[in-house]
C-alpha cells in the first residue's frame, strides 16, 4: 500500500490525467482512482477536494453543473487548456523523477 505522504505530490497529476480523458465529478473521480489504483492507494475525499480546489484557483479546471446518469444534478470538472499544459509538464516532471529516484533505489541492490 502506498502511504499518502508518498503519493501527495502527484495527485495533482492523478486528477489532470483523468479530467484529460473526459469532464468528471469528484466522487467518479476518486472511484476512478482507486479502481486503477489496484488495491495500491486509496485517496480520501477531502485530499481529492483539496486538490480540486487548488487545480480550479490554478485555472487548470473549471466547474460546471450538469446532470449526471442517475439524474442528480453534480458540479463537474474539465480540464482546461492551461490544465493541458500543466499535463503535460507534471509529466514531463514525474518522468525525470523516476529516473533520479531510480538511480537510488537500483543502487541498493
Do not use: H
Not at 472511484?31 to 488495491?39: L, M, R, T, V
Not at 463537474?76 to 507534471?90: C, E, I, V
Amino acid at each position: 500500500m502506498i502511504s499518502a505522504d508518498s503519493i501527495r505530490g502527484y495527485v495533482d497529476i492523478m486528477v489532470l490525467a483523468i479530467l484529460e480523458r473526459a469532464p468528471s465529478y469528484a466522487y467518479e473521480i476518486a472511484k476512478i482512482i482507486n479502481q486503477e489504483a489496484a488495491g495500491q492507494y486509496t485517496i480520501k475525499q477531502t485530499t481529492l477536494y483539496s486538490a480540486v480546489k487548488r487545480l480550479e484557483a490554478s485555472g487548470y479546471v473549471s466547474p460546471f453543473e450538469a446532470v449526471s446518469d442517475s439524474g442528480k444534478t453534480r458540479t463537474y470538472y474539465q480540464l482546461t487548456p492551461a490544465g493541458q499544459g500543466a499535463l503535460t509538464d507534471k509529466c514531463a516532471e514525474w518522468e525525470t523523477t523516476k529516473v533520479v529516484v531510480d538511480r537510488f533505489v537500483e543502487g541498493r541492490r
